[in-house]
């Protein structure tokens, strides 16, 4: 296949995880198959992102592209500047991400119309639809937050049927393929009293009995399990579609359900992932990045008063966690001196991650750490996570539940110890994968603190981001809660690029 002869149509674009991956496989005559035709995402600065990795695709190659695109990371010249450099590839880029904004839904008018353009001019090549409704209304999070609105009716909600609007591109853009992403919990959410589930593969097998559109019908294959019949694909468990990213790489526990529609037309028959014998560590993808400090979030904030603060809480800590470890005496929690609380500054020699990952991340990578700043903390949290990060090393890597907290430290939460918090506060164990990385992570750092205490702090946007598997130059734009959330919402571009390498090998033997 040619570069850019796969025509993708990213929906829900959020972060561009899924767009990354695909855009990022080559094929065996070096070429890169998958070109992006539109990416649509409606919240801003998630756009912003989009729009900026497109135009780095566009212009990295090119002379000057690399070292420009570089000079905008190291703040020399503003992204408007650096888009003035390169005036087609910036407005091929805008066109990509369709100028601003966009709301399925709200501007299909517009979005239908663009899709249809793209079609047309792209002949018979091959295309493919990605992406995922979002999730809020089918995370399990989600739900209970729903729970508590009172007079809450689930089919009310229009999120529970945003995944109408990509049927509806489904059955314009007629794609080849299509690969729709989701959590775990579209399994088995309900909506009055109905399994959702069947029916939205029922609807995806045959896109047009819902939007009304002539359509062609879709198998829908799993990308982990082999179909019991590959003309009728059907599976034996719904759980057939969930994919635990942590056995393809990811350093992370992300579990979704991914579903691979092929149309109908199309006999071959799509392969599955291959799972990976080694499991990727936090500390193997995070242990690189600089060293920083967290600061004070409801005071004054310096580097001497941070070092003070953090030196009272070890003495503390190791006196509680003497009754609970023998070794406790031993471990050494005394804070790093004079770290920034944010990097522009190189990385460190990455000596634990695997070779390919190093290949990975750090391709092209700037000079200096993006996106890495630290957020401030409640001096009672600071406490907290020292216990919570000294914990989870005594223990062998079990983070501290909060039954584990001695009493002195339990926040003032009347169900602290009702077991609905028990994981409020959670250390990422340094040798294993993490949790999931979700947009919760914009709201507090509790669930995701670093396993150095030495630090005592939360994970930057940049360690969730390479948690996710986002390379180093990938910049998310906006301010750092938005960053969080793009990087929690997205899905890790190096699930996504095998993903992509099964879509491209299946379109690859088609005449
Ligand atoms: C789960 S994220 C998608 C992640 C993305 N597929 C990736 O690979 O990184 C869902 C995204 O859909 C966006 N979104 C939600 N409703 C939308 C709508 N009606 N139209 C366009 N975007 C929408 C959200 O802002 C969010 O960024």
């Not at 080559?26 to 539109?38: D, L, S, T, Y």
């Not at 135009?55 to 503003?78: A, C, H, M």
């Not at 600061?295 to 953090?310: I, Q, T």
């Amino acid at each position: 296949m040619e570069t850019g002869e796969i025509l993708v149509i990213d929906l829900f674009a959020g972060p561009g995880g899924l767009g990354e991956g695909v855009s990022s496989c080559v094929n065996e005559n070096g070429n890169k198959p998958f070109q992006i035709g539109i990416s649509i995402e409606k919240e801003p600065s998630a756009h912003r992102t989009l729009t900026t990795r497109a135009f780095y695709r566009k212009i990295y190659e090119l002379e000057n592209g690399l070292d420009s695109y570089n000079s905008y990371l190291n703040g020399n010249i503003t992204r408007s500047e650096l888009f003035k450099r390169f005036p087609k590839q910036a407005q091929e880029a805008k066109q990509e991400t369709f100028f601003a904004p966009h709301t399925l839904g709200e501007d299909n008018s517009d979005i239908h119309a663009r899709i249809r353009e793209l079609v047309a001019s792209h002949g018979t090549r091959p295309k493919v639809v990605i992406g995922g409704p979002p999730c809020q209304a089918y995370s399990l999070a989600g739900r209970s937050r729903n729970a508590g609105i009172v007079d809450y009716k689930a089919e009310k909600d229009d999120r529970h049927f945003l995944y109408k609007e990509y049927l509806k591109v489904i059955s314009i853009a007629q794609p080849d393929v299509f690969v729709m992403e989701n959590v775990q919990g579209i399994l088995s959410a309900k909506v009055g009293g109905e399994v959702m589930f069947p029916r939205i593969l029922k609807d995806l097998k045959a896109p047009g009995r819902v939007t009304k559109i002539s359509s062609p019908k879709y198998k829908v294959f799993s990308l982990v399990v082999n179909a019991d019949d590959p003309t009728n694909p059907t599976y034996a468990d719904p759980k057939d579609y969930l994919i635990r990213s942590e056995d393809y790489g990811v350093p992370q526990a992300r579990h979704r359900v991914i579903l691979l529609g092929v149309r109908e037309d199309i006999e071959r028959v799509p392969g599955t992932l291959l799972p990976r014998e080694d499991k990727t560590t936090v500390e193997q993808v995070i242990a690189d990045l600089p060293a920083l400090r967290s600061g004070f979030s409801k005071r004054e904030d310096n580097a001497k008063d941070w070092e003070r603060e953090v030196s009272k809480n070890a003495t503390r800590v190791k006196k509680l966690l003497r009754k609970q470890f023998d070794g406790a005496a031993d471990l050494d929690l005394t804070p790093i001196k004079n770290l920034p609380r944010s990097a522009a500054l190189p990385v460190n020699e990455p000596l634990l991650m695997p070779e390919h990952l190093v290949e990975w991340y750090r391709n092209n990578a700037p000079m200096c750490v993006l996106n890495h700043e630290t957020r401030g903390h409640m001096d009672s949290d600071l406490l907290r996570y020292a216990y919570s990060a000294a914990f989870t090393i005594l223990s062998g890597g079990i983070s501290p539940k909060a039954r584990d907290f001695p009493a002195d430290l339990a926040p003032a939460h009347d169900n602290w110890n009702t077991g609905t918090h028990a994981d409020r506060f959670r250390t990422q164990v340094a040798n294993k994968y993490s949790t999931t990385v979700t947009s919760h992570i914009s709201k507090d750092g509790h669930y995701f603190i670093h396993y150095d205490p030495k630090q005592c702090r939360s994970l930057t946007v940049r360690e969730a981001a390479r948690l996710q598997t986002f390379p180093d130059n990938y910049l998310f734009e906006g301010n750092r809660t938005q960053q969080y959330v793009q990087v929690g919402n997205a899905v890790p571009p190096y699930l996504a690029q095998q993903i992509g390498k099964v879509v491209m090998d299946l379109l690859s033997q088609i005449e």
